[in-house]
Every structure is written in C-alpha cells, then in structure tokens.
C-alpha cells in the first residue's frame, strides 16, 4: 500500500489475536504490506499516541467466531466500562451499561 497517512495525536487500543496469522492469508499480507508480524501490526507508525495492545485468543480469522468472540466482547467491554451478560438458552450474550 502506498498511502501512508500522517501520524494523528491519538490513542489507540488494538485487539491482536493472539495466535499466528494463518498460512492461507499470509501471502496476501505479505503483498498488501500489512505488518501482521510487528506486535502492533504498525499503528505505532500512523500515531504520536499511545498503542495499548489487548490479546484476545483465537487468529485473524477465528477471532470472531465461537467461542472467541465472547472473549471479544468481555475484552471491549472491560475497556468501555459495560458489563456483558451472561449467555443463556434463551436470551443471546448482550452488553449493558454499568448501573443499568
């Protein structure tokens, strides 16, 4: 990629799955340019900000998928101040805001 903007005055939270990037999406990384291999896939170049890396287990294309994305969630809840719920039989896994 040739676009490379100017560094921005902010800071940033980065959930980096915590296994490697699988074998069929390295070769298309590696073309695009992309820095999968730098523990913060290069955001410390596009800020003056701190880049606060959260692991969450599971791979790039895991990460989203059961039962990992609970773990995306529990991890963006924790950084936004919300409380999930509970999965049950009956209701799906939700955020709520604390106090509610």
């Known amino acids: 990629m040739d ?7 902010q800071d940033i939270v ?3 799955a915590s296994e490697p990037l699988p074998e069929v999406l390295r070769s298309m990384h ?7 291999t730098d523990p913060a896939n290069g955001w410390r170049e596009v800020t003056t900000g701190t880049v606060h890396v959260v692991p969450v287990p599971g791979d790039h294309l895991t990460i989203m998928e059961e039962p990992h994305v609970a ?6 809840a924790d950084l936004t101040g919300t409380v999930t719920a509970p999965p049950s039989p009956t209701r799906p896994t939700r955020s709520t805001p604390k106090g509610h």
Not at 30 to 36: F, K
Request: proline share 9%.
């Open 3 to 9: 676009h490379r903007p100017e560094p921005a005055e």
């Open 14 to 16: 980065l959930l980096r």
């Open 30 to 36: 590696g073309a695009a340019g992309t820095r999968y």
């Open 71 to 76: 773990d995306v969630a529990q991890a963006i």
